[in-house]
């Protein structure tokens, strides 16, 4: 007998009904249906009613919830309490209330739940009211909508799990779509389970309580717990949640979700206008004129705080040097970009006996004057991905002064070239490719999403065209799809993260990668994956302007787990353009409305003077204070980087008409 099948007969055992079928005397049978095909039944027993099951096109989600409306869970003792509603009223066809009393200690606790189905979408409110006479002490709140124990479930939080068996947070931190995305092993079935966003949910100077989610594969329904072990007597306590259903498979799952939520909360990109874009691009050109993070010779510094120049950036920035060169004709552009380029090369590793040939160190510290892959973490090793990104634009670079110019910069070729073969020798068994190569002992990590590699592939076999280039390409798109797309786990874009963290700013390069695709191709399967994962990453995103936070927070997003901040920038991707795009080719507004106030946030954390005049802030907010002492504050200046990358997808938008930019931008 195997664990899960001893795990299941547990389960069976325990979640035998403890109500007597059938409606108690007076009562009729309630079954809620809605035009979507979800179904609500509510199971009638001697103690009263019960949650019972929610089913989708006549298949129930999970086992029926048989033992009350709601649990108790007591913190000390580990009591678990059931409370069944002694009064349920179907107020129409799709919404029921529900009541009851019950003696908890020394205090009464009543309650009053309603549930409700939309009309035309697979979606389903619950509203918790309840209150108690006396001071409660040592319980929590605990609504699940199901029992445990006929499938194998995943649950998906950013960024606290992702395609993890089990998650307890005990107090939630606001960070995204407040809900936790929960998919059968096998993807029959996709659940959407949260807070109501229109609450003013997990707000630290109002809740009275503490929010929390728990679950455990097999033995602990998904579930919402509230109170924290601490009930005051006449406040009046609500828990506001939805779930959203789905039966699709792969990226349609996610966008089924997404667009029910999206209609059910009445979702709206809020207005932010700060300035125009090509008025933010003059603002950063003439900042990076005159700027002293301009190291002659050797390129820009990352930011005010690092003193680095991060040399795996040195050709996205030596790019965008040359095409405002291209646009100018001013030749101080033209020299930074060749200046710095030359200097890439001395990061290169050249000793052909060095197992690490070709590969190059990713940063050079001004203070001491040396190379190195420090990266100023605990992580030891070559970046992977910062190489390929290295490799990529290098050869964009060499191919635009040779269409250009007519001229060969072949050490340029060259370098990338080994940087390429370095990355083909990197490759794990299972077709991805590490976060890090550890430097000391040649030991890989386990494979990420490489986004910047799954871009950089296909553009080192185009220009190119040799085999081995194209085979890493299909591998890393394999690896995706199987791997990441098919787990909803994304992770690797920050190089300073351990490798098995969850992040958001490695989706957007499987956004540009299928879009790509699909604009080469004309493929459908390729544009409904770009928007399978846009979708994802909105559900990483804060929806709306939190009511305790000044600065802006709608599209922020938190940089990583055990960095919790608001950002909205957009890191070694092309986040702002890939949402333009989307918006042309699907023709769904909102992902336009979405470009224009990331961008526009963008422009919010712009420096407008100073010697880092242009740079841009890393942070937009602290809602939580995890790195700092006010929600407001905004972080780090990045030069590079943050600021590079918002600047070079304006500009080629501008070049290429590829989004709302004026042509006009210099």
Known sequence: MTRKEFLRICVSAAAAPQVRAGPPAGNRKIVLKNRAGLEWTPLAGEAGWSFGTLALHGAALERPVTRGMFMLHNLFTGEERWLPAHEIRQLDARTVLASGTARVDSAELRFEIRMALAE??????????????????????????????????????????????????????????????????????????????????????????????????????????????????GAAYTLDLQLFATDARGPAAITQLVRAWIATNRYTVQPLQVRAPNEAFRLYLEARRATPMWQPGKGYQIEDAWKVVYTAEIPVSAYFDYLVWERTGEKMWRDRAFESTDFLLQAQHLDRTDPHYGVIETNYELDTQHFSSSDHTPIVGYRVDMNAHAARYLLLLWERVLEREHRDQAAWRVAALRIADWLIRQQNTDGGLPQYVDYRTGRKSISVVSGRALLAMPVIHRITGEAKYGKLASALERFLRERVEARYWFTGQHPDLWPKDYESDSVWCAVEYW????????????????????????????????????????????EQEHYLQYSNYCYNNRKIECLFRLGKLTGEHLFSELAERVMQSGFWAQQTSGPYKGAQHERMAD????????????????????????????????????????????
């Open 120 to 233: 035309n979408l697979p979606a389903g409110s619950t509203t918790l009211r309840w209150s108690v006479d006396r001071d409660l002490a040592g319980w929590e709140l605990c609504f699940a909508y199901c029992d445990p124990g006929q499938y194998e479930w995943r649950c998906t939080m950013y960024p606290f799990a992702g395609d993890s068996t089990e998650l307890r947070r005990d107090r939630l931190s606001y960070v995204g779509v407040p809900a936790a995305l929960m998919f059968r092993d096998d993807h029959s079935v996709a659940l959407l389970f949260g807070i109501d966003p229109a609450s003013d949910y997990l707000n630290p100077t109002t809740w009275t309580g503490a929010t929390g989610f728990h679950f455990r594969d097999l033995t602990l329904a998904p579930q919402f717990r509230a109170c924290g072990g601490r009930m005051t007597a």
């Open 515 to 558: 879009l790509d695709q699909f604009e080469r191709t004309n493929g459908a399967e390729a544009l409904e994956r770009a928007q399978g994962d846009a979708w994802l990453a909105f559900l990483m995103w804060c929806p709306k302007q939190l009511s305790w936070v000044r600065n802006p927070t709608q599209t922020c997003h938190a």
């Open 623 to 666: 809602p939580w204070r995890g790195v700092s002492d006010d929600v407001n504050s905004t972080g780090e200046l990045y030069f590079s980087e943050l600021a590079l990358e918002a600047n070079l997808q304006i500009l080629e938008m501008s070049t290429w008409g590829s989004g709302p930019v004026p042509r006009d931008l210099l």
